[in-house]
């Protein structure tokens, strides 16, 4: 048990006097308040009952207790949702580690396939899909970020991990700032929809120059979030 606080007033106050004996407030005095981890309360500087403060993180009736096994992978949101074009290869790449998903890695149980060779054929595919048919042909040329498909892909894959300045500000996307953390509000898969469709001005697919692609018309961070972990944004009343 854990004796976190001891709180003993020590002084005998005139004004107690006069109510009571000093004797009668020894007594009163010595209500001890013992706030442990242990005591089923929520005291001292706990922030749940018995959690927090001193006590350990609360766990919010959550068991991380046991073996874990992996089972999804999702440094950045929407790679292998946009990228991966079937259950198996998305189960496949949930399953592996980021180093694992190079070019140099074939994809375990899918011959000499890689993640990346697979995401540039989707990348092919989209591009060909939305392809104006009355227009010449537009392919994945380069991005905002100045990669080709080779690079693209090969990032996209093998560094799918939430990357974190230690120094300076923390953002997925905010002007020319790429990839320094992640913050509640930013709108990650417009982001990601940007590099994808966004061409190397940002503007290849974005409703004027071809169906908007660039945005999944859903705003982030407009409502609030809620406490604690895994901090969900209040759904949209209609
Ligand atoms: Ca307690
Ligand atoms: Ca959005």
């Known amino acids: ?5 001891l709180y003993i007033p020590l002084v005998c106050f005139g004004l107690a006097a006069i109510l009571f004996s000093c004797e009668d407030a020894d007594d009163f005095n010595n209500v001890i308040e013992q706030v442990t981890c242990t005591d089923g309360i929520q005291n001292g500087e706990e922030t749940g009952i018995d959690c ?3 006590c350990g ?3 919010n009736g959550l068991d991380f207790s046991g073996l874990y096994v992996q089972e999804d992978a999702l440094g950045r949101p929407g790679i ?3 990228y991966s074009p079937n259950a198996a290869l998305q189960n496949a790449y949930n399953h592996s580690a980021t180093s694992d998903r190079s070019s140099l890695s074939p994809i ?3 011959g000499q396939a890689t993640f990346p060779s697979v995401f540039q054929t989707s990348l092919t595919d989209y591009y060909a899909f939305y392809q104006d048919p009355n227009l010449p042909e537009i392919t994945f040329d380069a991005n905002v970020l100045g990669q080709d498909i080779t690079v693209f892909t090969e990032f996209l894959a093998a560094s799918d991990a939430l990357q974190v300045a230690p120094e300076g500000p923390t953002s997925f996307h905010s002007g020319d700032l790429w990839f320094t953390g992640r913050r509640l509000s930013d709108d990650v898969m417009d982001d990601t929809l940007l590099l994808l469709f966004g061409g190397p001005d940002g ?3 974005d409703g004027v120059n071809g169906p908007k692609l660039i945005s999944d ?3 982030s961070g407009d409502r609030n979030f809620g ?3 895994p901090y969900l944004e209040a759904p949209l009343q209609q």
Do not use: A, I, W, Y
């Open 1 to 5: 048990m854990t004796l976190k606080k």
């Open 52 to 54: 927090g403060g001193e």
């Open 57 to 59: 993180p609360c766990l």
């Open 80 to 82: 292998n949702l946009v």
């Open 108 to 110: 375990q149980g899918m």
């Open 203 to 205: 503007t290849r697919f």
């Open 217 to 219: 018309q859903v705003d």
């Open 227 to 229: 406490l604690p972990f």
